[in-house]
């Protein structure tokens, strides 16, 4: 069963203005993180931000965001303040007890953000 | 410090060919994984490992054998490459289990025909 599930396939985003991208889980865990990793079209994964199952506060780093609302099992990315070169396709991604801590991906979100 | 560093970066291979897929990291990381990504997917597990001598199967293990005589290394071994195995390579590594990242080499982009 799809564990991790992102239902925005694509998304355009303007230079300087805010993006949201979805992204819902499934697990039955109470220890888990959530992570979020992007892949800009030279192939690497570039870790941005991670969220503990137990983190009270939404984590934070630079202009990313994570939107974590355990009730309904969603952990949103936010981006700030676009630059072009946000241009990439972001995964969310969780990590729990399943295969000793294996990253299970979602099928991902194209953003690509205009001038 | 490299991080995890993956070679080669690029490789074809004709159908029925064997090669390993080398990945090192010096971060002393317990924990790695040999992870695909077939075009405009995300990635799936192959095999992983949870210490020097300990493996096991992910999700998609068959074609794929796996080593881990020390802690830096954990090669990936194609027998009998098939065009099914068309795919980019990723390895990775973490400290923990749970709460930590996984840190990703750049990838290897094999080609079978």
């Known amino acids: 069963a799809q564990k991790i599930t992102q239902t925005q396939p694509g998304m355009f985003v303007q230079e300087k203005e805010a993006v949201t991208l979805d992204c819902t889980y499934d697990?039955?865990?109470?220890?888990?993180?959530l992570f979020w990793y992007k892949q800009p079209s030279s192939g690497e994964m570039i870790f941005l931000i991670y969220?503990?199952?137990?983190?009270?506060q939404n984590a934070t780093e630079g202009r990313y965001s994570l939107n974590f609302q355990k009730a309904r099992k969603s952990a949103n990315l936010v981006i700030s303040a676009s630059q072009l070169g946000d241009s990439a396709m972001y995964f969310c991604?969780?990590?729990?007890?399943?295969?000793?801590?294996?990253?299970?991906f979602g099928s991902g979100t194209q953003v690509v953000v205009t001038p | 410090n490299a991080g995890v560093t993956q070679t080669p970066k690029f490789r074809i291979l004709k159908i029925g060919q064997s090669m390993t897929l080398q990945c090192t990291q010096d971060?002393?990381?317990?924990?790695m994984y040999w992870y695909r990504q077939d075009p405009g997917m995300g990635l799936k597990l192959i095999y992983y490992?949870?210490?020097?001598?300990?493996?096991d199967k992910g999700e998609v293990p068959n074609g794929y054998n796996v080593s881990r005589s020390t802690t830096e290394d954990f090669p990936l071994r194609l027998e009998l490459a098939a065009p099914s195995q068309t795919s980019v390579y990723f390895c990775?590594?973490?400290?923990?289990?749970?709460?930590?990242?996984?840190?990703f080499g750049p990838g290897t982009r094999l080609t079978v025909l």
């Open positions: 990775a590594s973490s400290q923990g289990l749970i709460y930590n990242e996984q840190f």
């Open positions: 697990t039955s865990d109470q220890s888990y993180g």
């Open positions: 969220q503990g199952s137990y983190d009270e």
């Open positions: 991604a969780m990590r729990d007890s399943d295969s000793w801590g294996k990253l299970q």
């Open positions: 971060m002393n990381h317990n924990y």
């Open positions: 490992s949870v210490g020097a001598g300990i493996t």
